[in-house]
């Protein structure tokens, strides 16, 4: 737990998911810069309607819970992390307003603070969203730590806004202050990417700016698709941490009456897999967690795992993710796991499952992985 003093009050925040890693805080100098520009520029705030986006731990929702601030959240772990240190701070939840980075709020903003992501096509459409949904008069502060800093934040920037100022460094980082709304800027922030599912199937798969691998379908999802067999007896499917869907597709075209789930962290990942997999017996899940999914329930858990997450490397999500799924699937069920030959993923499966190599070329292995007894 850290604490962080702000206009005499102390608060405390903790990371959600927990780290074991003590250099991790639920804050960066950026939030910090926010908060600070934020009242620098503008003391007498006034009753303003504040928006808030990629507040990862909840740090700029609770100082700023005076404006009863509206809160973009993307990923399910944000909101919950959120959630988790306004309670721990004793805030009133009536007074946070959540939001999905699709909607549209119901009053427009009056200023907006933003921490800039990894993605650029997030934070594209972030600023797409925020120029729809902003007041003439309005300001959007950005926030990034300098080492991070790319021209294309710039170019994004200008393509909404007439003037773009960058700050002086602090503490490493700087902040963005976008003013003067450009004229409506339409454009599509939907990627359309052909993929060739071998059986002289070919498709378009389509996910929404911000989904991880924008430009193609990722080699290692590509890899295990190209190495999946569904079993007859597997009728019970998840796609774990889905994306846009793909495997599931994979799945479904392998196996049409299958039963098939899908989950994942990210909001926009779910509302892509909904463009490109549909059915009766498809279901989606925008969560972090399985808890939507019964226990011992399932025949085959397939998945390509995060193991970024922003501009940290981090398995330990990873490694939950997998006990979890142990928990869903049958005694008889399989998983089936793809990873970069570097990341030392076998360690960790052969303390749940009995794992086996199902391919592997220079760059990609794939784990096929059972319960005593059972196989694979």
Not at 42 to 50: L, R
Not at 160 to 174: C, D, M, W
Not at 192 to 205: A, E, I, P
Not at 296 to 320: A, Y
């Amino acid at each position: 737990m850290d604490t962080y003093n702000f206009e005499d009050n102390s608060f405390s925040f903790k990371r959600y998911p927990e780290t074991t890693n003590r250099s991790l805080r639920a804050w960066s100098a950026a939030d910090e810069y926010l908060i600070k520009k934020l009242f620098e520029d503008d003391p007498d705030t006034g009753n303003v309607h504040i928006g808030i986006y990629n507040d990862r731990f909840g740090f700029l929702s609770c100082l700023l819970k005076k404006f009863e601030p509206t809160v973009v959240t993307e990923r399910k772990s944000q909101q919950r992390s959120v959630i988790q240190n306004l309670e721990a701070n004793r805030i009133d939840l009536k007074l946070i307003k959540f939001m999905d980075p699709l909607e549209c709020p119901v009053q427009n903003f009056d200023r907006v603070l933003l921490n800039i992501p990894k993605s650029m096509d997030l934070f594209e459409l972030y600023l797409h969203q925020i120029h729809s949904n902003l007041t003439d008069n309005g300001t959007v502060l950005c926030g990034f730590m300098t080492k991070y800093f790319t021209p294309q934040m710039l170019n994004i920037a200008e393509t909404y806004f007439e003037n773009v100022e960058q700050s002086l460094a602090l503490k490493k980082s700087r902040v963005l202050v976008l003013k003067g709304k450009k004229e409506s800027v339409n454009r599509s922030l939907v990627h359309r990417l052909n993929y060739d599912f071998g059986r002289k199937t070919q498709s378009v798969v389509q996910q929404n700016y911000g989904v991880f691998s924008a430009d193609h379908i990722d080699y290692a999802t590509q890899f295990l698709i190209d190495n999946l067999q569904v079993k007859e007896s597997e009728n019970k499917v998840l796609d774990l941490a889905c994306g846009n869907g793909v495997i599931a597709m994979a799945v479904q075209l392998q196996k049409p009456e299958a039963e098939i789930y899908l989950t994942d962290d990210s909001f926009l990942a779910i509302e892509s897999a909904k463009l490109n997999i549909d059915g009766p017996g498809v279901h989606y899940f925008w969560n972090d967690r399985l808890d939507d999914i019964p226990k011992d329930s399932l025949d085959l858990v397939v998945t390509n795992p995060p193991f970024h997450f922003g501009f940290e490397t981090n398995i330990e999500v990873t490694i939950r993710l997998f006990n979890e799924a142990a928990d869903k699937l049958k005694k008889t069920g399989r998983f089936v796991c793809v990873a970069n030959q570097h990341l030392n993923y076998k360690t960790h499966l052969e303390k749940i499952f009995k794992v086996s190599v199902l391919a592997q070329n220079d760059k990609f292995i794939v784990y096929e992985c059972g319960f005593e007894g059972s196989g694979p």
